[in-house]
């Protein structure tokens, strides 16, 4: 199977991941010379057509918030738009064969348990037409540490507060080449991510057929290996990092002077959308309480009642019986 057609963006970076200096030793003999000479001219070779992918790739970009159709984008706050969530995300993962088919109908785990994970999604008329999910860093650990976990240890071993992106998926009727939508689902999730969970790191596991928007477009660094991924039924996957401290400076350095349209540094970091939908008040958001809890994980799933003892108390204990309730 061919996992991507990207040139090797490692081929020049050094252990720190910046471009490595490229040295031409003097050799005694021409031939040395010669074969070191084009050494050099190989590797250039590789950064141009790595820099001139990653180029056309960003030609595809436009973001305008006119041509989103009455897309509107928001936290799942509800038992419908949670469960409309989970429901997209399990047709999704089933007809790429990502998973086997759940009773339920829902894509969920013990990692969508835990209070500050949140639910996005994109809505128009009421209907739910993607989503993506921002799982935090907690006792549970992450979904990526089943094939990633020395990888991921690296940054909780520096103090970094880590959270994943996952569940990403769209209702069948909701299928566009435009990044135009997803973009803006990207953004939500990321403001998110930066203001209100104050996460030093996302990271995500993916489909390596989809590195190049992760790396081009969202501008996600590489730190794992292709691995046969046990989450998605061991089909290939590949894990990346954006460091939320330095993603800004990252889209300036990239997108800086291009068409307002094209211009990810402003849409990310500088622009309000009217189409996007965050509390006032900044912080963790906790949408689920024990009546959601119950619901999801104890009726429409077994989850809650096939844990340890010890992992149950660490979830419940997150959910005081005095919580607020949640209208359905």
Known sequence: MK?????D??????????????????????????AKRDEVSQSLR????????????????????????????????????????YRIVHDSYLKEGYIDPHPSGMRISLFNCIAKTTTFISTMNGDVLSTMTLFPDSPLGLPIDSAYKEEINKLRNKGRYIAEVGCLASHP???????????????????????YLKADDLVIAIHPKHELFYEHIMLFDKIGDIVMYP??????????????????????????????????HRFFCARDCESIHLPRQKGPVTILNNKLL???????????????????????????PDGREQHD
């Open 3 to 7: 996992y991507s057609d990207a040139s």
């Open 9 to 34: 963006e490692n081929a020049l970076a050094g252990e720190d991941g910046n471009p490595a200096k490229i040295l031409i030793k003097q050799d005694s003999s021409k031939r040395g010379v010669t």
């Open 46 to 85: 590789v950064r141009s057509v790595t820099h001139d992918k990653g180029a056309r790739f960003r030609r595809r970009i436009l973001v305008d918030e006119k041509k989103l159709g009455g897309l509107n984008f928001k936290i799942a706050e509800t038992r419908e738009e949670l469960e409309k969530a």
């Open 173 to 195: 009727s909701y299928k566009s080449s435009s990044l135009n939508g997803p973009l803006h689902l990207n953004k939500i999730t990321l403001n998110y991510a930066q203001e």
């Open 231 to 264: 989450n998605v039924k061991e089909n290939p996957a590949i894990a990346m990092r954006i460091n939320l401290w330095k993603c800004e400076d990252d889209y300036w350095q990239v997108y800086h002077g291009t068409p307002a349209g094209k211009n990810l």
């Open 294 to 320: 119950s619901y999801f994980f104890k009726e429409r799933t077994q989850l809650l009642k096939e844990v340890d003892k010890q992992t149950l108390k660490m979830i419940e204990a997150q959910y005081p």
